[in-house]
């Protein structure tokens, strides 16, 4: 992607400002892997020093790989990140780097975590995407390493973002399953969730030592609570993780118009959405299992 066509600092950040008009508080910076863009921080300071339309401080956060974390941990908390969420599908080194085609060891991910705690980076969260066969045996080893450590470790349904990771139905290991299996070697009960957008149901251990979260998008989907929006590194804005296009802000932006104007640009595209890919496919319906169907990439405008 040339770099010409990503949006500058000084457009993420006007664009910050008109969601916060439009009544965004919170912003999850994410990837592919952000901690890549050069001078990352500078962008987090621009965004630490905005507040939401009620007067509180932007809720900024980041997903990350967790293979840089650990040398960028203190400048990330010191330009004012709030919290910090790592992907880590699992602690058998070859496992992971097939999983995710990387060359990196899990041991930095680890490093990277340990630095993000000693800085203070807080809720840490944990995601681990969980695919029936190729690493449901690491649940039970990834609940044991984080219980008792107040990181969240949360369980991902398999999902069929994009077109290139083969997904299959026959893959996908359900919440529900992963739960049972955790109950039956650390016992849990339910957790009222924080918010009723959250994607998140959350369980805590009986025994004090924190808590765990799944999501569930294949087998209990979500679409009618979501209020997410994505924006792609060169301003296309998507109103679901399944869009299979999006809108273009950048234009927008490099054409003059004003504030109003794309404030008004984004509430029509929100207003008029009707996004609810993951409710069709839990219900069976054809449409939502197309192989025509063109979806964008997981590493194109991030979870």
């Known amino acids: ?20 008009r439009l009544g965004v508080e919170k912003i999850r910076l994410t990837g592919g892997e952000p901690l890549l863009r050069k001078d990352i921080e500078r962008l987090i300071e621009r965004l630490a020093s905005m507040t939401t339309a009620k ?36 602690l058998n080194d070859s496992l992971f780097k097939q999983m995710n085609d990387v060359g990196f060891p899990v041991a930095d991910v680890l490093k990277g975590i340990d630095a993000a705690h000693s800085v203070g980076l807080a809720p840490i969260k944990i995601n681990m995407v969980v695919k029936r066969g190729t690493n449901d045996q690491e649940i039970l080893p990834l609940a044991s390493l984080f219980r008792g450590s107040g990181i969240t470790l949360r369980f991902i349904e398999f999902m069929d973002v994009g077109t290139s990771n083969q997904w299959k139905m026959s893959e996908v290991m359900p919440s529900d399953e992963v739960v049972s299996l955790i109950n039956n070697q650390f016992p849990l009960y339910a957790l009222d969730s924080m918010r009723s957008s959250d994607t998140s149901q959350r369980w805590g251990y009986r025994d004090g030592s924190g808590e765990i979260g799944v999501i569930s998008s294949v087998t209990h989907a979500f679409c009618g609570a979501c ?34 104007s794309i404030t008004t640009a984004i509430a029509c595209v929100w207003e008029g959405r009707t996004d609810r890919y993951s409710a069709l496919r839990s219900s069976g319906n054809p449409m939502a299992g197309d192989a025509e169907m063109v979806k964008v990439e997981m590493s194109y405008i991030g979870g």
């Open 1 to 20: 992607m040339a770099q010409s066509s990503l949006l500058t600092f000084e457009e993420i950040e006007r664009l910050a400002r008109i969601f916060i």
């Open 55 to 90: 007067g509180q401080p932007l809720d900024i956060s980041l997903t990350t790989n967790g293979s840089l974390l650990a040398q960028k941990a203190r400048a990330l908390k010191d330009a004012g990140l709030s919290r910090v969420t790592v992907s880590l599908d699992a």
């Open 227 to 260: 209020s997410r929006a994505r924006l792609s590194a060169e301003g296309r804005l998507y109103s679901c993780l399944f869009s299979g296009q999006g809108h273009d802000l950048r234009t927008l932006v490099r054409e003059g118009w004003s504030d109003d």
